[in-house]
């Protein structure tokens, strides 16, 4: 039929093209709610009320329950989205992300030669923690990462009872214990807490809740609670229609020692449980079926008790440990306590783009998942790695004439840094779930063009090098703390790069902007005198 008006067809619209609409009336609709729920968070916050007002989310909710009765919708995974809208609401009420925030980079880096001490692997920072709090032995950790799922750790543990505290790089354990019977605990946003405790906790004989953040209250520990089940005790979820925190750990002591684990099983749990094995009564014997995503973990658990003076076992697809005493060594050496490889990645690429030379004092894990990765990833890229007792130096040297690379088991966001700089195209192997879609957008900001194929990403090289990120003005929200880091790389290429959440990097490494700002030339600290280091030790 012809348009009576203009005399053309009428346009069509298809299903994709609709869809498309729904979700950003969607997403402006969430970003309005989370404003208003924000500023209701925010006065509450200021009157030194808790964030979440209870009849104003009872009523809420109720809304969705209704939809979802009149739609036919499955209200469980409703009722998540409801209580992920609303965690995003909270999290900008602490700790608020605005456009007068936005972090624009203009690197400034000549004649680089950095040497300093690398950051140390912060998932092992956190078990030595939860160890030193099992064994009640005194425990001193430096220099470590102290970001946010750190210093929640240190928090619930002194809930429990312990007796830690930190201050900047330092962790520090007086030699106190935890008891979780009779207690309500917060476990903060990160799994792994959340897991040590329930670990921790399976022993002790009585009842305690833990409590967490959003990102916890959207587990399904459904499957945990199935296992604990077996082992003589009973977790459950507190909050009808959802399978996460908070939730009610009941223990009688354990009847037994032994548990088999599905697929779905989270590996961090079943991490947590192996660190914890030497308090069972019957020690742990862990086995779990073909495929389950945390058989490379407890590797890190036989290393981690190994440390600590207890001998684990690990045979095909099962672990073992007995009952007995761990031997937490005071003061950890290099080895215990190794260097961060995903973190370090960052550092070591900096001659890729800076020139010099980048030296980082600690034990370069190579037998760690993350550490081949990336040592393999920065040879493809022309570095030139020496790793040595003392550390790991990283030296420029010349591009490769192709420049191939594996992210298939990590690193991609690393890899997309490296092609964006690169002279020449860059290939990037990938696995299917990969944020593909960020590295086109990013790209495409620096005026590279990245061409998605099925299993990988070409970088393609520009007849002229871009040397200033498109719209400067216009913020780019990075999606993951790993993101914010390749953006760091990628803005020695093309100043501007301009980031709308600087912070969301500040909770997992929060020395890196300072490092950043410096260009990576820190400066020595001024000594201070002893009236200023009063009252600097924090204790929760």
């Not at 201070?528 to 924090?538: L, V």
């Amino acid at each position: 039929m012809q348009d009576k008006k203009f005399g053309k067809k009428p346009l069509t619209r298809s299903l994709t093209d609709e869809l498309v609409d729904l979700d950003l009336d969607l997403a402006y609709m969430i970003a309005k709610r989370t404003q208003l729920l924000s500023r209701a968070a925010a006065t509450r916050k200021a009157k030194g009320m808790s964030l979440a007002d209870a009849n104003q989310e009872r009523r809420m909710r109720r809304s969705w329950d209704e939809v979802a009765s009149r739609q036919g919708l499955d209200l469980r995974p409703l009722r998540q989205i409801f209580t992920l809208a609303n965690g995003l609401a909270y999290a900008s009420a602490v700790k608020p992300e605005s456009a007068s925030r936005k972090f624009i980079m203009t690197p400034e880096i000549r004649d680089l030669d950095l040497a300093m001490p690398g950051p140390r692997d912060r998932t092992i920072t956190r078990l030595l923690v939860a160890l030193g709090v099992l064994s009640g032995a005194k425990l001193e950790l430096s220099p470590v990462v102290v970001n946010d799922p750190l210093v929640e750790l240190v928090k619930v543990m002194n809930q429990a009872g312990a007796s830690l505290s930190w201050e900047d790089g330092l962790v520090r354990s007086t030699g106190g214990t935890a008891s979780l019977p009779g207690k309500t605990l917060h476990a903060g946003d990160d799994p792994l807490n959340l897991y040590l405790l329930l670990a921790m906790g399976l022993p002790q004989v009585g009842r305690s809740t833990i409590t967490g953040g959003t990102p916890l209250k959207i587990l399904d520990l459904s499957v945990v609670g199935h296992v604990f089940a077996g082992l003589g005790a009973r977790l459950t979820p507190i909050e009808p229609h959802l399978t996460g925190a908070p939730v009610r750990l009941e223990s009688g002591g354990m009847t037994g020692g032994t548990c088999h684990v599905s697929e779905d099983f989270p590996p961090l749990c079943g991490l947590a449980m192996a660190l914890a094995g030497p308090t069972y009564p019957e020690g742990l014997n862990f086995s779990w079926d073909m495929g389950w995503a945390g058989a490379e973990l407890m590797s890190l658990a036989v290393k981690v008790l190994a440390d600590c003076g207890v001998t684990a076992t690990l045979s095909g697809n099962e672990f073992s440990v007995r009952n007995g005493a761990y031997q937490v060594p005071a003061k950890p050496d290099r080895a215990a306590l190794p260097l961060d490889a995903e973190l370090c990645a960052t550092l070591l690429a900096l001659p890729r783009f800076a020139g010099g030379t980048v030296t980082l004092a600690g034990h370069w894990p190579a037998d760690c998942l993350d550490a081949p990765v990336v040592a393999n990833m920065l040879r493809a890229a022309g570095l030139k790695l020496e790793i040595a007792e003392s550390g790991i130096t990283s030296t420029a040297g010349t591009w490769p004439d192709k420049l191939d690379m594996d992210a298939t088991r990590g690193q991609f966001t690393l890899a997309v840094a490296l092609g964006i700089a690169a002279p020449s195209d860059a290939r990037i192997l990938v696995s299917e779930d990969e944020d593909t879609a960020t590295a086109e957008e990013i790209a495409g900001r620096i005026g590279r063009f990245a061409r998605v194929k099925p299993g990988r990403v070409v970088i393609v090289a520009g007849r002229e090098a871009s040397n200033r990120w498109a719209e400067p003005m216009s913020p780019f929200p990075s999606p993951s703390p790993q993101w914010s880091l390749a953006l760091a790389l990628a803005s020695m290429t093309a100043q501007g790069v301009t980031l709308a959440n600087p912070g969301s990097l500040s909770e997992t490494w929060p020395g890196f902007w300072g490092l950043f700002a410096e260009n990576f030339k820190p400066k020595d600290k001024e000594p201070e005198d002893e009236g200023k280091k009063k009252g600097r030790r924090i204790r929760v």
